[in-house]
Nanobody, 115 residues
């Protein structure tokens, strides 16, 4: 079955950086666009970024554009999100997903930006 396992979250000060990873299994990774979404406390899911199957096209929400970079390693079935210049409003549970409805997600990895 499809499995998505996120990691790399943590507590970071404003202005800091983190790199999230998502290891995928149970489907043909290099055939699927992949998505990062997040959920802040008390709020709904928010789309963060999309990358196409071969990694040549990337898309970002206005909130993270210029600060976050999505990438993938199809040989390792792994999706990444490099986050820089983190702000308190980036605090959320971050998920990866393999469909645009975000129905199938991992357990998420918590990112907390606080001084």
């Amino acid at each position: 079955q499809v499995q998505l396992v996120e990691s790399g979250g943590g507590l970071v000060q404003p202005g800091g950086s983190l790199r999230l990873s998502c290891v995928a299994s149970g489907f043909t990774f290099n055939h699927k666009s992949m998505y990062w979404v997040r959920q802040a406390p008390g709020k709904g899911l928010q789309w963060v970024s999309t990358i196409n199957p071969d990694g040549t096209s990337t898309y970002y929400s206005t909130a993270v554009k210029g600060r976050f970079t999505v990438s993938r390693d199809n040989a390792r079935n792994t999706l990444y999100l490099q986050m820089t210049s983190l702000k308190s409003e980036d605090t959320a549970l971050y998920y990866c997903a393999n469909d645009p409805t975000y129905t199938l997600r991992g357990q998420g990895t918590q990112v907390t930006v606080s001084s």
